[in-house]
């Protein structure tokens, strides 16, 4: 149980161009979900935080008119990626969250972004 | 100042060895320890939790020290399987999860 999908796992884009990437809880119903960014050989980075039907909440420094999140049911929230740039290029993680609480969080497989 | 600091290694040991280390957090309004383990361009998976009285599981012990605010991880009798880059993580009162950048950790034959 307690299975998370992402979609793409790998895209290579045109800078300039929109990626959307999709996170869904399949066995499962997420009341929060939560968008990550890993740089190489970095520490995983909170991005923001969204709960189905709300606006998402981004951590400090994060651009949310870049990064688009939308959570629409509680088993699927995107990011989308507007006017990637090569400087966006990172793995990026979503994780499901079944509740408050410790032990809750479950990580999606990632998607590799590259810019060109 | 990060929230969570490792020593990202490498760490080389044998088979058999035992390795150890340890991370700091700054926040000491954490309120959940965790190790998670990340194989190379894979998602990080929860290894354990960690808890003041110190907890084991299996062939991995790990301890924190709020005093001290610092959390530690011992591997032994390290297996081929185990090399990978571990990862210290707490959680704050917003149930947010914060990552350190890893400990690498690579076992030989």
């Known amino acids: 149980g307690a299975v998370v999908s992402q979609h793409p796992s790998r895209v290579i884009c045109k800078s300039g161009t929109s990626v959307k990437i999709e996170c869904r809880s399949l066995?499962?119903?997420?009341?929060?979900m939560f968008w990550y960014r890993q740089f190489p050989k970095k520490s995983l980075m909170l991005m923001a935080t969204?709960?189905?039907?709300?606006?998402?909440?981004?951590e400090q420094g994060v651009e949310k008119d870049k990064f688009l999140i939308n959570h629409a049911s509680l088993t699927l929230s995107t990011l989308t990626v507007t006017s990637a740039h090569p400087e966006d290029s990172s793995f990026y993680i979503c994780?499901?969250?079944?509740?408050?609480?410790?032990?809750?969080?479950?990580f999606g497989p990632g998607t590799r972004l590259t810019v060109l | 100042r990060k929230e969570v600091e490792q020593d990202p290694g490498p760490f080389n040991v044998p088979e058999g060895a035992t390795v150890a280390f340890n991370c700091t957090y700054s926040?000491?309004?954490?309120?959940?320890f965790f190790w998670y383990r990340q194989d190379c361009r894979k998602e990080p998976k929860l290894l354990m939790s960690?808890?003041?009285s110190g907890n084991e599981d299996g062939r991995f012990t790990a301890q924190l020290n709020r005093a001290s605010q610092y959390i530690s991880l011992l591997i032994r009798d390290s297996k081929l399987s185990d090399s990978a880059t571990y990862l210290c993580?707490?959680?704050?009162?917003?149930?947010?999860?914060?990552f350190g950048a890893g400990t690498t950790v690579t076992v030989r034959a």
């Open positions: 994780s499901a969250s079944t509740g408050p609480g410790p032990d809750t969080q479950y």
């Open positions: 066995d499962f119903q997420a009341t929060t």
């Open positions: 969204s709960n189905e039907g709300s606006k998402a909440t981004y």
């Open positions: 926040n000491s309004a954490s309120q959940s």
């Open positions: 960690v808890y003041s």
């Open positions: 993580v707490t959680e704050g009162r917003d149930y947010k999860l914060s």
